[in-house]
């Protein structure tokens, strides 16, 4: 689960897949994506499988939970969490960051 705004989106040809650039505000359960908590503002290519889902619009901000894809990188299905970002979700992020998974692995 990130929080970021949306630097660039590239869609590609209908064969591939596109990618979006989120310049990245918060990380939260980062899990395997491997990413140290980065400083505010670095960057995180997310891979899009789906040409017109999710729709994310460039300079809008958003909170983004998706997948690690086969090769480790970061992925966005067209069925991920995407929602737009607002300043007063940062408390209730922050909380369920904090909390253990109960799951097994």
């Keep these: 689960v990130l929080t970021g705004t ?7 040809p209908p064969q591939e897949p596109g ?7 918060s990380l939260y ?3 395997g994506l491997g990413v140290p908590q980065p400083t505010k503002g670095a960057t995180l290519r997310l891979q899009l499988p789906c040409r017109l ?9 958003y909170v983004l ?3 690690l894809g ?3 990188g970061a992925l966005l299905p067209p069925d991920a969490f995407v ?7 940062q408390q209730v992020l ?6 253990p998974c109960r799951g097994t692995p």
């Design 70 to 72: 086969g090769d480790g």
């Design 83 to 89: 929602v737009p970002y607002r300043p007063q979700q």
């Design 53 to 61: 889902c999710p729709a994310l619009k460039k300079g809008s901000s």
């Design 29 to 31: 359960k980062s899990g």
């Design 94 to 99: 922050g909380n369920l960051s904090k909390r």
């Design 6 to 12: 949306v630097k660039s989106v590239s869609r590609g």
């Design 65 to 67: 939970m998706g997948q």
């Design 19 to 25: 990618w979006a650039v989120v310049s990245i505000l």
